[in-house]
């Protein structure tokens, strides 16, 4: 596996087992190499469009589903509760950790609570339904909007 | 992509935002894609898709179009 490999599974490992992003430094504990290192990986795996980055050039903001900040898409994974960049991460979260979930977001127009249980079949709520504004070809250029 | 309680209040949304209507999907294919998408995300082997995994992915859950062409140059 090669380093940025290394270090990618590393942040997707520390996402899915504390719901919160890495630091730079905290991965550099997990894999025994030196904070810069891990920081030059951050800004690579983000030239890949792996991670999405804060203008600081080391803050995780995403790496898809998992948000770094909080959102209003959450979602509750048995005792773990973590936020999701948008309504299809937030399916995102169950369908990557293979887990059953509850999602808690809104309707983005009437503001009223949406709450959909999921099962490892998929979601067991009906009316729900998501609009994608950005089209396909803007997703990353515009990724915090979309 | 944001969630809405039915079509009726997206519709009131772009509206009121000023934002053009594009696709509404169902919640079975938000989580098609879902699953599409994020399955093998905690691998070590995960990928993002190419864009012809893309339009395969996005055509096998019916949505096909420009909105859905990750190469198309139809939108500002």
């Known amino acids: 596996m090669d380093f940025d490999t290394r270090v990618k599974a590393a942040i997707y490992r520390w996402f899915a087992d504390t719901t919160k992003a890495p630091a730079a430094p905290e991965i550099a504990v997990v894999l025994g190499e030196p904070p810069g290192t891990i920081r030059d990986a951050y800004r690579r795996l983000f030239q890949k469009r792996v991670l999405f980055l804060e203008p600081d050039g080391e803050t995780i903001r995403m790496a898809p589903p998992f948000s770094g900040v909080p959102t209003q898409h959450r979602v509750q994974v048995g005792d773990r509760s973590y936020f999701a960049n948008c309504s299809w991460d937030s399916l995102g979260i169950p369908a990557a950790l293979h887990r059953e979930a509850q999602v808690l977001s809104r309707c983005e127009q009437s503001l009223e609570p949406i709450h959909i249980r999921v099962t490892r079949e998929g979601p067991r709520t009906a009316q729900v339904v998501a609009h994608f504004a950005v089209p396909a070809a803007k997703w990353w250029a515009d990724l915090v909007y979309t | ?76």
């Open chain 2, 1 to 76: 992509m944001l969630f809405f309680r039915s079509e009726e209040r997206v519709n009131e949304w772009c509206r009121d935002h000023g934002i053009p209507r594009r696709p509404i999907l169902s919640l079975q294919q938000l989580w098609q894609l879902a699953v599409a998408w994020y399955d093998t995300r905690l691998t070590p082997e995960a990928r993002r898709p190419k864009p012809e995994e893309m339009r395969r992915i996005f055509a096998r859950i019916g949505l096909e179009g420009p909105f859905w062409d990750p190469e198309s140059d139809q939108f500002d």
